[in-house]
């Protein structure tokens, strides 16, 4: 049945260039889209920039920039990148546009019209890297300087602030986690690793201020800086950029106007973030939306971390890798293939020039690639270059076609848990039987001592590819692309309930050419 998904990235940090992370991230949302469109689904997927805030502030500053002329040419780099991803995202939102201001001036009004925004004033151990307050039990200290959990240095700070009345919300989000899986208002945060943590830092500080609950309220303005969302009647404040940030997600849905047409999205299917952001998105933001009447988002998938070679990816280290370079040097569905093939989405992993050749050239060029070549070739060479009329599966093909008739399960499956290393893992498993298959087949020989039954062999080889290809399309779509095409797929027959309509014997098919380019690997 034909349902809305709605998959979003985080936005972007602009300051800096993007690397191989934001990459990571933003092909594993694509992937995610690609797939539900490929179902027959409604899809919106959403990716864009965070732009306020002291730390953008700073960076314009260093770079003797004004903030809005820093941002927009920041900015710039990611929208660039959505195309050298050959990302198919439906929007790209800036929190600078006017659509995004309006809509946290109309957030921030609704909570306080509902009594869940109050002034006071803050103090406490503050990280302008992360934007965000620590506990001093979170803190460490090396040579008299405190560091965030994340490395990040703090300082102590004191303010006049808005409140929002977090502690009011924490028990009813201990019960959204812990509704049973589908239940219309469970909060899945995902891994099981990361809603173990958040669900431990609610329940630790319920417990912990269980006398003062006020304690848990989060401070939602600043005075100390000015590149930010003014605060509705108060311009002496500037909303904290967690709050003006995480509004995107609703902005690019149309909020504040909930009779537009891009509103039937909400709430979202799907955020991915970094692992270092889980808190924001499955205890404020949530929270947020509940204190204000609209639905928080259904499930929160928080990824790992790449290290490079071994190394935290680092400025300092000069171990930055540019995806953009990536691409050029490897080419773009390589790229895709390798991020979400390489490691599970939600552990960390290390980038390796050697594994991503060593991906391209085995599985790809090797398994896929060669598969490829060596049916349509022969097709070309011994069936005049038209595809063979359908086939009876024979004893000879039961396990291939078995295994064929649950990939669509597996696949989607892994997908929707976004384990899609698994999803992968699953395809190439028809392709190694495949290759099996052939071999044990030689249709090569059957020219001469059977040639229907070579027929019969080709078109099942065929039918393997097309489908392979077909649920490769949202990892690699300009290959996929090639490969249905090579296959004599019509461009309207490439979704998942074209395959239960066989391609009539007789397609008149192009001749093949290789889908994918080998990488040499230096000896170390």
Request: aromatic content about 10%.
């Amino acid at each position: 049945m034909k349902q809305t998904r709605y998959v979003t990235t985080p936005i972007y940090y602009v300051n800096d260039k993007p690397h191989v992370g934001h990459a990571y991230t933003s092909v594993a949302a694509d992937v995610l889209a690609r797939w539900w469109r490929l179902q027959g689904h409604e899809v919106f997927f959403l990716t864009g920039t965070d732009e306020h805030g002291q730390k953008v502030e700073k960076a314009a500053r260093d770079a003797g920039m004004d903030p809005q002329a820093f941002t927009d040419r920041v900015s710039q780099h990611f929208r660039d990148l959505t195309g050298t991803l050959g990302l198919s995202n439906d929007d790209f939102i800036r929190t600078t546009e006017a659509r995004h201001k309006a809509a946290c001036s109309a957030l921030w009004d609704e909570l306080a019209r509902r009594d869940e925004i109050y002034l006071g004033h803050y103090e406490g151990w503050y990280a302008v890297r992360d934007e965000a307050f620590y506990g001093p039990d979170e803190l460490t200290e090396r040579d008299g300087v405190k560091y965030a959990p994340s490395g990040a240095p703090v300082e102590w700070v004191r303010e006049p602030s808005y409140f929002f009345r977090l502690s009011k919300w924490l028990p009813e989000l201990l019960r959204r986690f812990d509704l049973p899986e589908g239940h219309p208002e469970r909060i899945d945060v995902q891994p099981e690793a990361r809603r173990n943590e958040v669900r431990a830092f609610v329940q630790q500080g319920l417990k912990d201020f269980a006398d003062k609950p006020e304690k848990l309220d989060i401070s939602i303005s600043r005075t100390s800086f000015t590149w930010g969302v003014k605060v509705p009647g108060d311009e002496a404040h500037v909303m904290y950029v967690w709050l003006d940030a995480l509004t995107n997600y609703i902005t690019a849905a149309g909020y504040p106007d909930t009779s537009a047409e891009r509103w039937k999205f909400w709430p979202a299917s799907a955020h991915f973030v970094g692992k270092d952001i889980v808190r924001f998105h499955t205890i404020y933001w949530p929270a947020f939306l509940m204190a204000a009447g609209i639905a928080p988002a259904k499930r929160v998938f928080a990824h790992g971390w790449w290290t490079i070679e071994g190394q935290k990816m680092s400025k300092s280290l000069g171990n930055v890798i540019d995806p953009v370079a990536l691409v050029a040097e490897y080419g773009l569905d390589p790229l895709r293939y390798f991020l979400l093939r390489e490691v599970p989405f939600g552990s960390d992993g290390d980038f390796s020039r050697k594994a991503l050749a060593n991906r391209l050239n085995g599985e790809l060029a090797d398994a896929l690639g060669n598969l490829a070549n060596r049916t349509l070739s022969l097709i070309q060479r011994n069936c005049e270059g038209k595809l063979p009329a359908e086939a009876q599966v024979t004893e000879a093909e039961k396990d291939l076609f078995q295994y064929l008739d649950l990939l669509n399960i597996e696949v989607s499956t892994n997908i929707e848990a976004q384990s899609f290393h698994l999803a992968l893992e699953h395809v190439f498993r028809a392709v190694r039987t495949a290759n099996s298959y052939i071999t044990a087949q030689a249709p090569w020989a059957l020219k001469k001592t059977d040639p229907p039954r070579m027929e019969a062999v080709l078109r099942h080889l065929h039918s393997v590819l097309r489908r392979v290809a077909t649920m490769l399309q949202p990892f690699m779509p300009g290959t996929m692309a090639a490969l249905l095409d090579q296959l004599g797929v019509p461009a309207d027959a490439r979704d998942l309930a074209a395959l239960a309509t066989p391609l009539p014997g007789g397609t008149a098919l192009p001749p093949p050419s290789p889908l994918f380019r080998k990488i040499e690997i230096e000896a170390t």
